[in-house]
């Protein structure tokens, strides 16, 4: 039987969620949902993401952000949350980083939500139900500007 090491470039691709050393980009997730929480996390983790940390709402979010700076790359936020929504979080982030990267993830129908955040710095959204190959492309495209 062949094994592996008889086919080297076999499924031989870079994951798409670590930079030119090797290292993985660190990304932060914010939901209220604890089955979006864990598909976003999934979704990055096959590609090579590190999921440096979850929060539960907004307020929670912008905590854990704070306790990670600098290592963290992107946020994924969703809009409609508990204690602290999604948008006013992004807003308090962006206060206390100019350059954070903040991808927001919304229910449909939530568009004047996601206007708003795109006008106040979020660099890209993400529309529920997620879609692995939508949520990679966006999150890749926000951070390779």
């Known amino acids: 039987m062949k094994a592996k090491q008889d086919f080297p470039t076999i499924n031989e691709r870079k994951a798409e969620g670590t930079r030119e050393d090797g290292s993985s980009y660190r990304v932060l997730v914010v ?70 990267k903040i991808v927001m993830i919304s229910a449909l129908g939530k568009q004047d939500l996601v206007k708003k955040a795109l006008l106040l710095g979020a660099k890209n959204y993400i529309v529920k139900p997620l879609d692995r190959k939508k949520v990679l492309e966006r999150i890749l495209a926000c951070l390779k500007d």
């Open 31 to 100: 939901d209220d949902s604890m089955f979006v929480t864990k598909q976003i996390s999934q979704i990055l983790t096959s590609e090579g993401f590190e999921v440096a940390g979850t929060a539960g709402d907004g307020q929670e979010g912008l905590d854990k952000y704070k306790e990670l700076y600098p290592n963290v790359d992107l946020v994924t936020m969703d809009i409609t949350m508990p204690k602290m929504d999604g948008v006013t979080a992004l807003e308090k982030i962006i206060e206390f980083d100019a350059n954070a």
